[in-house]
């Protein structure tokens, strides 16, 4: 019941959900058991459930990273990140754990050393002064390739994001 049905009844009007499309991400935040962030991507809705859970959004063809750790009382289950970009209607997507509907995975890694691997080359190019959320999707893609390669991927440079914002100007 939304809107004014609700009001009728005597009840409160329920807050706006998100905009159509919207690619929602559950997080979690149970410290040291359950810990899952955004780690860079611009949300375009925010609904927080309670203290330790809440639901972001972000709309087609944005960018962001989640990352996803958990633990029991013998230590790590799992250490994830994702840099995945947000899908529009029709568009062909994977799914992941607490992304709805999903979307297109650029990069994908588990274990603890390959996720602070990843977390460092994002703060190599923050310092750039670079979002990363602006990033070349190519470029988190050739990080996935290097790093399932086992090898060091090329550092972003200030060069690439200028080439990759001519060619984002021309694609549009």
Same mark, same amino acid.
């Given at each position: ?65 989640? +990352? ?49 691997? +990843? ?54």
């Amino acid at each position: 019941m939304t809107g004014y049905a609700a009001l009728r009844i005597g009840g409160r009007r329920f807050p706006d959900g998100p905009a159509a499309f919207t690619t929602l991400v559950e997080l979690t935040w149970i410290e040291k058991r359950i810990e899952n962030w955004i780690r860079f991507g611009h949300q375009s809705y925010e609904q927080k459930l309670d203290r330790r859970h809440r639901i972001v959004g972000f709309a087609p063809g944005t960018i962001f990273c989640l +990352v996803r750790w958990a633990a029991n009382d013998y230590g790590t289950i799992i250490s994830r990140l994702d840099i995945v970009r947000a899908i529009d209607r029709g568009e062909p997507y994977q799914t992941l754990p607490f992304v709805r509907p999903g979307g297109e995975i650029l990069l994908k890694v588990e274990s603890w050393p390959k996720v602070e691997d +990843v977390l460092r080359h994002v703060d190599g190019i923050e310092a750039l002064d670079i979002d990363p959320a602006d990033a070349d999707p190519d470029h988190w893609r050739h990080v996935a390739h290097w790093m399932n390669a086992g090898e060091a991927p090329r550092p972003y440079t200030a060069e690439r994001h200028k080439a990759w914002l001519r060619r984002r100007e021309i694609e549009q």
